[in-house]
Nanobody
Framework: QVQLVESGGGLVQAGGSLRLSCAASVSIFRPNAMGWSRQAPGKQREFLASFTSDGGTNYADSVKGRFTISRDNAKNTVYLQMNSLKPEDTAVYYC?????????WGRGTQVTVSS
């Protein structure tokens, strides 16, 4: 089955941390084509972080220095470590992978940051 499954979301106070996980089916695990986005209520989906084709990382300015993307190839899993969380980080967080240049999305995990 081709799928991405996110986990690790929840409720956290401002200034706190969470680590999100994205487990991918073996057949679609391509770490250099994976990343994270989020969508807040009433807003468009926003890119957050990804791996580049050469194995580097890329971050949106809004999360640079606070969020870190990483991976465990043995577990077919990509992570998003989120520190210094702010109320405006409240959103549904999605991981994605690119298949043939098109994104495949997971179902998302809710992150709520209280002030």
């Amino acid at each position: 089955q081709v799928q991405l499954v996110e986990s690790g979301g929840g409720l956290v106070q401002a200034g706190g941390s969470l680590r999100l996980s994205c487990a991918a089916s073996v057949s679609i695990f391509r770490p250099n084509a994976m990343g994270w986005s989020r969508q807040a209520p009433g807003k468009q989906r926003e890119f957050l972080a990804s791996f580049t084709s050469d194995g580097g990382t890329n971050y949106a300015d809004s999360v640079k220095g606070r969020f870190t993307i990483s991976r465990d190839n043995a577990k077919n899993t990509v992570y998003l470590q989120m520190n210094s969380l702010k109320p405006e980080d409240t959103a549904v967080y999605y991981c994605y992978t690119l298949l043939g240049g098109l994104p495949l999305w997971g179902r998302g995990t809710q992150v709520t940051v209280s002030s």
